[in-house]
């Protein structure tokens, strides 16, 4: 294969873990979601200071996966490591439409969450929403920048990850 480290970049509900699957699915690499390997069953970050050995422990360790979250303070590690790097630019109506979604389909058991814990809760809370609200505002102008600052690595900027064409990215 063409990719073998992959990370994708992208506001809550952009479809980060959607793609990891789809990605997963096609190249058969394992998944890592940062949310599972940073975040405890209740939502609440781990000690930060141990973020970076974990993601050594579980991946940057490895020659091959695809890792889907933010976690800005570890990104310059994550950027080393991939091979190619995926963001996922939606306007911040489509986040929201897609936690909404999301978070009423797992709520009716009428999906699993890719990505999600077994056991662990999908909730909407108002410090959440307003995350997720504000994320384009406070973070997208950054993650930008960042993206267009690399240029040893392949970078894919798509605002419709389900249009992304995974056979031809893989040529």
Known sequence: MKYKRIIILGGSGS??????NRLSRYTGYPMYHLDNLLLNDNWTQ???GEWLNICKKEFLSKDIGIVDGNYSSILPERIAWADLIIFINVPTYRHLFNIFKRSLMVNL????????????????????????????????????????????????ITNNPRKLDIEELFK
């Open 15 to 20: 479809g980060k873990s959607t793609l990891t």
């Open 46 to 48: 781990k000690d930060k």
């Open 109 to 156: 058991e009428l999906e699993k969450r890719h990505g999600m814990k077994d056991g662990r809760k999908d909730t909407i809370d108002f410090k959440f929403f307003t995350w997720v609200l504000l994320w384009n505002k406070n973070h997208k102008r950054d993650m930008l920048h960042v993206m267009k600052s690399i240029k040893d690595k392949k970078v894919i």
